[in-house]
């Protein structure tokens, strides 16, 4: 049997385990784009690999460009961590980001499996709290029938009286 109280408990953990979804929505979302933007920079580095063009452009912002001739063995400064830069020539800094989007897609995917189980528990706890509601107003629609079958019936009616103005007549409620 549930009370009230059980029910306030179960949908104080639906509504918080429905926020720990939201976020972890979020987490996946901004990891996914972190790996699309890691996955295009992998490719205009191959691309500078490649050594097809003697010239390369360089995005400067704002719709601009800077158009240089393709060095021979272009550096790449790549952030190993906590802010700090270093040079790396382009097979280097492809392998550091490969292994960036790796360990972002083993992020994600363990990100997916806790959103997952979490939704599982949501739902289920969803479940019993609409189960123990409809419980609840059941067993309150019983407790008004028994009281008034508990109440004694008064043996005869009382009559209504009859409503009179000042002087006595009948008025229009009679």
């Given amino acids: 049997m549930s009370d009230a109280a059980e029910l306030q408990r179960l949908s104080r953990l ?11 929505g979020e987490q996946i979302e901004r990891l996914s784009q972190a790996s699309v ?7 205009a580095l191959e691309s500078l690999d490649d050594e097809s063009s003697p010239k390369i452009m360089i995005p400067l912002g704002s719709g601009t460009q800077l158009l240089v001739d393709q060095p021979n ?5 790549v952030d190993i961590g906590s802010g700090i830069q270093a040079e790396k020539n382009v097979s280097e800094a492809i392998e550091i980001l490969k292994k960036r989007v790796s360990d972002i897609e083993e992020l994600i995917s363990t990100l997916q499996t806790e959103f997952n189980d979490t939704e599982l528990k949501v739902k ?3 479940a019993k709290f609409t189960n123990d509601a ?11 029938l028994e ?14 009286r009859r409503k009179r103005s000042a002087s006595g007549e009948l008025t229009l409620d009679d």
């Fill in 134 to 144: 409809e419980v609840l107003q059941a067993e309150e629609k019983e407790q008004p």
């Fill in 73 to 77: 063995n272009p550096g790449v400064v």
């Fill in 14 to 24: 639906v509504e918080m385990y429905r926020q720990q979804l939201t976020a972890l």
């Fill in 124 to 126: 289920d706890l969803a």
């Fill in 37 to 43: 933007e890691h996955q295009e920079v992998i490719q």
């Fill in 147 to 160: 009281e008034e079958a508990e109440e004694p019936t008064p043996s005869k009616p009382v009559p209504k």
